[in-house]
């Protein structure tokens, strides 16, 4: 796959706007977006099929688009070693592949009718389709990094391993005597600081990049990809419903416990009309306004933005170890980012 033809000028635009990412040197922004390009033009050679039922299935997220902020760490990953090209376009494929085919699974298991502004396919075709066209993407993407090597086929499979174990502690809950708080750091950290994880490793590996500079990228994703998920815990309270895009409060209408209510639960002097409200969904519009108030009030809020800062301080000392560079740069922005949008 080429990554010789330019840029537009309207992918770079998007770029300067995705997930925080702050670049100022305008060869890493054109280097970026024709890298993410190519990107886009695998995955949709990557989901056609001879049968039109699976192809339009799997196209379906495919189109709908998203931040593709895996492929992009991989490709700016890769900017700390010497070599670029066709391996690190397909690293950066593959792992959108695997992130989209969970997002299919996941929509099945929360029994979700929409995903990125589009119908999901569990609700446009049915549950069986949707778990059948996840285990396609799947498929796709280990074919795709059998190409890479087998140091990269065994890191795959490692994080597929991590993604279906955060997965299954997440469906079965803590266990008796374990600390709630601790289960859900550890159950974000494998669903998705995981895969963040190898997307920066790839992209090192690809590159050619050295062992130190790799684990460096490897660390910081795992922790930047945790840090993501309790940024979304944040904001999911303190934002309004036109700042989200969205309808306030998803979580507590889902009865998803997050970070936030979590600590509130383990401070005694949490309002106990909030602990009754967290004990289940809450369907009614009034009731989660309420939920919502209390959980601004009290501790577990500023407790969440507190290890949110916390992760995105470990995140930028992670950095520390790569050399000084507008790509090193952009890594420490998305730190910043995630903890700048929750205040």
């Known amino acids: 796959m080429s990554v010789s033809s330019p840029a537009p000028g309207g992918a770079i635009e998007d770029l300067r706007a995705s997930v925080g990412l702050q670049i ?80 299919y699974h996941d929509d099945v298991m929360d029994e979700a009718t929409m995903r990125r502004g589009a119908e999901s396919v569990n609700a446009r075709w049915d549950n069986t389709i949707a778990i059948l066209t996840g285990d396609f993407l799947f498929a796709h993407a280990s074919r ?12 795959i499979a490692e994080t597929f391993g991590e993604l279906v174990t955060g997965q299954m502690r997440e469906t079965v809950g803590p266990a008796d005597g374990d600390d709630a708080v601790e289960h ?35 660390r910081f994703g795992d922790i930047i990809g945790t840090a993501f998920q309790i940024s979304d815990d944040v904001i999911d309270i303190a934002s309004a419903s036109d700042e989200l895009g969205k309808a ?48 601004r009030a009290s501790s577990g809020l500023e407790r969440a933005r507190e290890t949110l800062s916390d992760y995105a301080r470990r995140a930028r000392a992670e950095l520390a170890a790569l050399p000084a560079s507008p790509a090193r740069d952009a890594c420490e922005s998305v730190a910043d980012y995630l903890v700048a949008r929750t205040h």
């Open 24 to 103: 100022a040197d305008e060869q890493l922004l054109r280097t970026l977006a024709t890298g993410l390009a190519d990107v886009e033009t695998l995955l949709r050679e990557v989901v056609r099929s001879d049968v039109k039922a699976v192809e339009d299935a799997a196209s379906h997220l495919v189109e709908a688009g998203g931040k593709r902020f895996r492929p992009l760490f991989t490709l700016l990953a890769s900017q700390f070693g010497p070599k670029q090209g066709d391996q690190v376009v397909t690293a950066a494929a593959a792992v959108e592949l695997v992130h989209l085919a969970t997002l």
């Open 144 to 155: 795709l990094v059998a190409d890479l090597g087998t140091d990269a086929a065994r890191i």
């Open 184 to 218: 859900y750091l550890t159950v974000i950290a494998q669903k998705t600081g995981s895969l963040i994880a190898t997307s920066g490793r790839f992209g090192g590996m690809m590159s050619g990049a050295p062992d130190d500079y790799i684990d460096a990228l490897r």
């Open 248 to 295: 306030q409060g998803t979580d507590l209408r889902e009865g998803v416990r997050t970070l936030p209510m979590l600590y509130a639960l383990a401070d005694p002097a949490t309002d106990p009309r909030l602990v009754e409200l967290l004990s289940g969904p809450i369907s009614d519009d009034k009731l989660v306004a309420e939920a919502l108030g209390l959980l």
